[in-house]
């Protein structure tokens, strides 16, 4: 089944304490990107990558570092989370072609930073 | 930069009405444009989508509209029901960047 499988779904953390969000797709999906969700402000990207080792900031980057090693793998690392990073997460893998974007969503990661 | 516009934020229909939620775009070279529904606690699905190449699309009870020359479109739910409450996003990107750019959201609530 083609999938974007995030991991934890859900995650209670203390101020200062790195954590990291992994992502990985099997559908050999070139790009693959963050967003955060909060109340009001719809989605928002953090970071995307168009393929291994090529990363890039979005919209809402500060606080937040991404890796790209592996064509699959895309995590989110929070080096030092603060309580303005309690937000909703989803990392999304997509492929393009012709006029038409295949975007695939994961089931979302849920932090509190305490 | 590349941004997407979309409104209203909150929109409350009457169980069998009609909902009209709109979007303008500001990059002038994307030409797919798709709609996300997402229910609370859940991931954002898609719904439908529009290529620019076509002004209009439908889909049952929903459809939508692509004006390129105002860098505009948008979505319509025809006899809305219960379970269409939920909150839409629409989005627009450039197919061959594989990369979406999301209005803020419209959270639509379909009253009994």
């Known amino acids: 089944e083609a999938q974007v499988t995030q991991n934890p779904r859900y995650l209670i953390t203390v101020t200062g304490k790195k954590l990291t969000v992994t992502c990985s797709q099997n559908?050999?999906?070139?790009?693959m990107s963050w967003y955060r969700q909060d109340p009001g402000l719809g989605l928002r990207q953090i970071y995307y990558?168009?393929?291994?080792?090529?990363?890039d900031k979005g919209d809402v980057p500060e606080g937040y570092k991404v890796s790209r090693k592996e064509k699959r793998n895309f995590p989110l690392i929070l080096e030092s989370p603060s309580p303005n990073q309690t937000s909703l997460y989803f990392c999304a893998s997509s492929f393009a072609r012709d006029l038409y974007v295949d975007y695939t969503f994961g089931s979302g990661t849920r932090l509190t930073v305490v | 930069g590349e941004n997407v516009e979309q409104h209203p934020s909150t929109l409350s229909v009457q169980e069998g009405d009609s909902a009209v939620i709109k979007c303008t775009y500001s990059d002038s070279a994307s030409n797919y444009f798709p709609w996300y529904k997402q229910e609370l606690g859940k991931r954002p699905q898609l719904i439908i989508d529009?290529?620019?190449?076509?002004g209009e699309k439908k889909d049952q009870r929903i459809a939508v509209t692509l004006n390129k020359t105002a860098k505009h479109f948008s979505l319509h739910i025809t006899e809305t029901q219960p379970e269409d409450s939920a909150v839409y996003f629409c989005a627009a990107s450039r197919s061959n960047t594989g990369k979406l750019i999301f209005g803020q959201g419209t959270t639509l609530q379909v009253k009994p």
């Open positions: 559908m050999n999906h070139e790009y």
């Open positions: 990558s168009m393929n291994v080792e090529v990363t």
């Open positions: 529009i290529r620019s190449n076509v």
